[in-house]
């Protein structure tokens, strides 16, 4: 292993607009950031993830997002970028966003996912010990959890902010209203949100539909005073090169990594093909231009970051190169807008005809089921009709009953 050395010009390389102000906060995000969900576990060389980080930071991009369970096993990309980060970049930590995120399921047992205080502050505890850190700068709640009231969630995030373990706080998955309120509870805590991170795409627009209320969880960031970081612009890939010509052997769809086969509809790759063209009349591959497009000025509704991920150096390169060109014409938007459709990707979201039956339910309870966010119940309501029953009747709502 040589000594990293870090570039003397990464703060220059990729222009003045490559760091954009999060909301209302003094603090700037790199149009693109490094995620780690897939890439960091122990199944991808070690050395292959250092090279990944070293370039990455030489290119400028100073934050890294991780999460408790990212791996595999679960865990393991925190112990692999602490491992990293104390070897390389131990002199460059002032310089670096370090973010994770807790709300999925990380281990068996009842304090092992969700929303609740015990196993926010916990698994934070979990993770600074895995990624060898005294505290990270954003923190975030990683999924909504209509189990745990929503002021429990959002106090044990302000008492770790508080508690010197996170500089920031965010959440991720949660719909618009839900995003208010979670924004108006801690701007009356002395301890705003900051940011939140929702799954965003050309083909994967949730973000950008009205909500209960009749505001988009864009508008909702924006009025809320919230950065936004879309993860997944590249629809899991479906925006990429890679599945044009049908489905490699060793690509994440064939290993069934949260791009499935059925995914790969020939109607999608179909979009895909023709979405390829516009980026190639653009100067761009298709992944660029995805990128590109999550990126656009949106005026207060822009995005601050995409996060990537990336499996070699030459896949982040070529996926930073496309802040060369964020600029679309009218034309351009129309043409993608009139080939684009809801690729049935967001394996986040539920989709809302589970709950279109005659509701007895709190606004608030509803506002979780309906936001187009994803709850671990919800995503095997998706899957498992037992599952659906189970969470309705709890609710006071049978849906199999409703479906005769």
């Known amino acids: 292993m040589n000594a990293y050395s870090a570039a003397d010009d990464r ?3 990729n222009g003045d607009n490559w760091f954009r102000r999060v909301g209302n906060s003094g603090l700037k995000l790199p149009a693109v950031s490094l995620g780690f969900w897939h890439n960091f576990g ?3 060389p070690l050395e292959n993830q250092r090279a990944i980080m070293r370039r990455a930071f030489d290119r400028g991009v100073t934050h890294f997002d ?4 990212y791996g595999p096993p679960a865990g393991a990309a925190e112990i692999n970028a602490g491992r990293i980060l104390a070897e390389d970049f131990a002199a460059h930590r002032d310089e ?3 973010s994770s995120k807790a709300g999925w399921h ?3 047992g009842p304090y092992g996912f969700g929303g609740s205080r015990k196993y926010l502050v916990s698994s934070l505890d979990a993770s600074l010990k895995r990624l060898g850190l005294d505290y990270v700068d954003i923190f975030y709640h990683h999924r909504p959890d209509p189990d745990t009231p929503l002021e429990e969630t959002m106090y044990a995030l302000r008492d770790i902010v508080a508690s010197g373990k996170a500089l920031y706080v965010g959440i991720s998955s949660y719909g618009p209203e839900l995003t208010a309120e979670a924004a108006e509870i801690m701007a009356g805590e002395g301890c705003p949100l900051l940011i939140h991170q929702p799954s965003y795409s050309i083909v994967n627009r949730w973000v950008e539909e009205p909500g209960e209320d009749n505001v988009s969880l864009l508008q909702s960031a924006a009025e809320s005073g919230l950065g936004v970081i879309a993860f997944s612009p590249l629809a899991q890939g479906l925006l990429t090169d890679r599945y044009l010509d049908g489905i490699p052997a060793d690509s994440r769809a064939a290993a069934g990594k949260s791009l499935s086969e059925g995914m790969l509809s020939e109607d999608n790759i179909s979009m895909a093909r023709k979405l390829n063209d516009i980026a190639a009349e653009r100067g761009q591959t298709l992944a660029q231009m995805a990128i590109a497009w999550v990126l656009r000025d949106q005026e207060e509704r822009t995005v601050t970051s995409a996060l990537i991920g ?4 030459e896949q982040l390169d070529a996926n930073i190169d496309a802040v060369g060109n964020l600029e679309f014409s009218d034309e351009e938007l129309s043409l993608i807008d009139d080939i684009a459709h809801d690729a049935g990707i967001n394996i986040w979201a539920v989709d809302s005809s589970f ?3 005659e509701p007895k339910l709190d606004r608030r309870t509803t506002i979780y089921l309906s936001s187009g966010t994803a709850t671990e119940l919800k995503v095997a309501a998706a899957r498992e009709r037992t599952n659906v029953s189970q969470i ?7 849906y199999l009953d409703s479906q005769g």
Do not use: C, P, T
């Open 11 to 13: 703060y220059e390389r």
């Open 42 to 44: 122990d199944d991808k």
């Open 66 to 69: 991780l999460a408790n369970n």
């Open 96 to 98: 670096l966003i370090i």
């Open 106 to 108: 990380m281990h068996d």
């Open 310 to 313: 990336a499996s070699s150096v």
């Open 355 to 357: 709950y279109d039956q």
């Open 392 to 398: 309705l009747e709890r609710l006071g709502r049978d």
